[in-house]
């Protein structure tokens, strides 16, 4: 069974896939960034729905197990720049093609995806950076883990140091504006999905 995690129908434009992320972004002893590490664990519809019958019942679906899936929402996820955009001093990074990658069914029994984004060329960080995760179209919404950990600067140089910004709520009467019809009447490139990121 094969369930391919991007979907890329405009007209399906609300949140169907959850994800809640952690990431670290890697530096290098000379203190430039090297890349982006990503685990997403995913929501669990989602998890339910692509575990079902590759595992013996009552264990676990394994990161061998997952390889064929993992290796195509790889391919997949490289289309559409695994949803990332790291900015170094206001300029995007160009990632090369993905090695490491994997998938995997956790205790909980949400599948989590696991996958290294490195730098084309490392590069030093002047003055700020930003990270972004999220689906301009918001078929995935994806959220930052609410623990200390959610962003982590591996190695960064003496006096890195990071903060995480979330989307304005919506108001009461934004909500109700929100419904089926809304989403499917937004035009491909709204990049909702970025006003909620």
Known sequence: MALALVVSDAAS?????????????????DGK?????????????????ATQGLAPKGK???RDIF?????????????????????L????????PV???????????????HVRLNLKTPHVVG???SLLVADPEFYIDF????????????????????????PKSLEADDKKKLDESFFTNLSPGSNFGFKMA
């Open 13 to 29: 434009a609300h949140p169907h896939v959850w994800v809640t992320v952690k990431s670290h972004i890697e530096f290098a002893p």
């Open 33 to 49: 960034v090297t890349g982006v590490v990503h685990d997403w664990v995913f929501d669990e519809m989602y998890s339910s729905f």
């Open 60 to 62: 676990l679906v394994t």
């Open 67 to 87: 390889a064929p899936l993992a290796q195509e929402n790889a391919g997949s996820l490289a289309q559409v720049g695994y949803y990332t955009t790291l900015k």
């Open 89 to 96: 001093d206001g300029k995007a990074q160009e990632f090369a």
């Open 99 to 113: 090695t490491e990658y994997w998938m995997e069914e956790r205790p909980d029994h949400l599948v989590a995806f």
């Open 127 to 129: 003055r700020f950076g």
């Open 143 to 166: 959220e930052f883990d609410t623990t200390p950990d959610a962003i982590v600067l591996d190695n960064a140089p003496d006096g890195c140091s990071n903060s995480l910004t979330k």
